[in-house]
């Protein structure tokens, strides 16, 4: 792989025209932020590390409207969020927050005191439900609209060890991951769990599988493309099943054996993009329809600290040193910009999870501010 590193540029809130390897600066809208960004249309809802949720234009960086969401002093680091029809869901501190997408108003939340959500991790919604992750074998889901509990079920027994991840709805589905803090799994125990969205009433359960090679718990990430629905194990495996009756359609080897390789899986047309976290580090084309290996490109910066942002041409991430890193699927040629590349009123910008592409423009979290790029001409 070969890679070009940028050198320093300073810029200020505003348009400005420093251009960096592939891309050439639109603006940077100032204040740190650290998590995921979602668009809907000319709108980018970030999170902000001073505790603010922000929806800004993307183009023209005017503030839409601020909501806060921490006031106790503790940092708003890459909370869970997902888009409703008309709310911006938010997984923090155990609690589960829409605010209208309209004004950032409160429109409902939800919270069990008893018993605090993984929702800082893990939401999802597919605009009529809300779900997340949460400890235990116990899944819940939401009226997206109001935040009324719709029903709540034992998964599987108490298990303090267990919990939620990978949440998808998909064709009247809720699927859900267990996630184990145990590396041990034996053959029999639930790995996947799909239920109706609607009711909680079971639809199938996948297991472990030593000798079908379903052998670890599940990881971070679930995917759905025409016809499957695509898991990663924590040992970096990766497996597709129909959603119809969770029959297994084919399964991809780790590109290493290790204890925890946490993939982030994005559906791109005919491919399945993998994250690789443990060494080699790099971005993995899969074929969606059988799993075949179409190419990996080894990162020169270390892994994703972030997930994966796909466009038609391109792949990037934020990487552990606090890079970002782009590869062009076309050429499989990569560029960097490395940290502190960018410096805002003269402090250098650390990237951080995780960057979105909107149309033609990549939207880049960091310690300085959002920073939009365009691709260069």
Known sequence: MTASV????SCDNGPVEPTFGQFAMERVLVGPRYGKVLVRGDTAFTARTDGLMEAVTISGGRTLWRARLRSDGVPLMSPSAVLTRDLLVIGVAGRVIALRRSDGSEAWRYEDPARPTLADYEIAT????????EQRGRATALNARTGAIVWQRQLMADDPQSATRGLLFIDGLLVLQRNR????????????????AATGEAVWTIRVNRAALLDNWGGQSTV???????????????????PADGVVQWTAAPLTTSPGDFRDLVVSGTQLLASCVTA??????????????EWFLESPVGAAIS???????????????GQLLTIDRTTRRASVIDADAIRVSGVGAVFFPTPVYAGELLL??????????????
């Open 307 to 321: 997930g994966l942002a796909v466009s038609p041409g391109q792949v990037s991430y934020s990487a552990f040193g």
């Open 224 to 242: 759905a493309g025409p016809g499957r629905i695509v898991f990663a194990l924590k040992s970096g495996r990766i497996f597709s099943v129909s």
């Open 280 to 293: 080699p580090a790099g971005v993995q084309a899969l074929r969606l329809s059988d799993g075949a290996q």
């Open 6 to 9: 940028v050198a320093s540029m």
């Open 126 to 133: 597919d605009s009529d439900y809300v779900s997340f992750g």
């Open 181 to 196: 803090s145990s590396v041990d799994a034996a053959d029999g125990e639930p790995l996947v769990f799909a239920v109706r």
């Open 364 to 377: 880049a979290p960091t310690s300085e501010g959002l920073v939009v790029l365009r691709p260069r001409r």
